[in-house]
């Protein structure tokens, strides 16, 4: 039988059969979008962090106070420190040859108030080098004083929706807001540029990091940030930081150096796994789709022994008895594994407009290994039917009585 001839076929049987071939497609589709929406979150969920990490610069350097040893595992993010770190500290990893910029950080809450407004808001002490590490661009105004960092002066650059806040539709721009006991002259207006690293920057105020210490009472810092002239210099540089550290610290090596891509490798493996893991989960339900046809397949071959036996009464072998069964079980797979991806996609999109930050997309592997798997599915289950049908004898087929 010519393939034309077979698909036209396949297409009469599912038309007539619309019932069996809605279970079937139903099924398929619910196991193909299932593993496209799971991969596509999981996508979007990698995706996400690694445009995180990716505004800190590939040259960026991130000493943390504590030191926890790492073997194979992501680098940590926090540690214990026996010793804080200190501006001197970060003063000291200024002076290592190919060293660009150090930017020390210190992040506490405080009540802000200005003009009767008041809320609570994360404040981020730093100089005028963490604007150009973590790449912060400033609306109106200017950004931190290029000072010494002993300077505290009483300044401050705050995000947009404070300023809307704390300042409505006015201008913000050389008025003053109250931080607990200590009072801030606006000099600057940021960027919108929403939540990165875990902080909505503009519901953020940043001021010196001098400032900082006395507004909290905190000598230690939080995190340092330091950018490496290029990129080929970060082994030498991160290995010579621990050194000056160590030193400056009685001899022990107190401290942590994580670099961007040490970072983003560790999120990239545990979330590409877990991309994985949730797929292979909703994989299942292809399964049990599969076991749906092929008790629908064994029914219609129960149901069409007439049917079978004509065929073989005109000439029809076994194998292409066999193979319409085969190519009637793809065909429904390829039309639920189509309906299923259009459905996640758009579902996706969906959840795109809803959540503008997180890139929900399913990987092109994703897509090809659900449809994969749907075809195969297909096959397996519907091979023993498939086999059964092609080996009815003509005679006793035709003298079954029972029809399409």
Known sequence: MRFPDALAFALQVIRR??????????????????????????????????????????????????????????????????????LGDGLALLRIPGMQSVAPLIIGMAELSSGGRVRDSLILGSTSEFFRIRQLKVKLGKALPDQDW????????????????????SSALGKWVRADQRRFRVIGILESKGVALGHNLDEVMLIPIASAQTLFNQAGLFRIFADVMHERQIPAVRQRMLEVVKARHDGVEDITVIT?????????RILRLLTVAVGGIAAISLGVA????MNIMLISVSQRTSEIGLLKALGATQSTIRNLFLGEALLLALLGAFAGTVISELLLALGRLSFE???LQTPLWARLASVSLALGTAVIFAWIPSVRASRLAPVEALGSGQGV
Do not use: C, H, W
Not at 64 to 84: I, N, Q, W, Y
Not at 260 to 268: C, H, I, M, P, T
Not at 290 to 293: A, H, K, P, S, T
């Open 260 to 268: 961007q891509d040490s970072v983003l490798a560790g999120f990239n």
């Open 150 to 169: 002993d300077l505290a002066a009483p300044v401050a650059v705050i995000g947009t929706q404070l300023k809307k806040e704390l300042f409505g539709t």
């Open 17 to 86: 059969q619309r019932f069996r071939t809605a279970m079937v497609m139903l099924a398929l589709i619910i196991g193909v979008s299932a593993v496209n929406l799971l991969t596509g979150l999981g996508e979007g969920a990698r995706r996400y962090v690694v445009g995180e990490f990716s505004s800190l610069g590939k040259n960026t350097l991130i000493v943390l106070p504590g030191k926890t040893e790492t073997k194979g595992g992501m680098p940590p993010l926090v540690g214990e420190a026996p010793r804080d770190l200190t």
């Open 290 to 293: 599969g076991v749906l046809i």
């Open 357 to 359: 930050s997180m890139p």
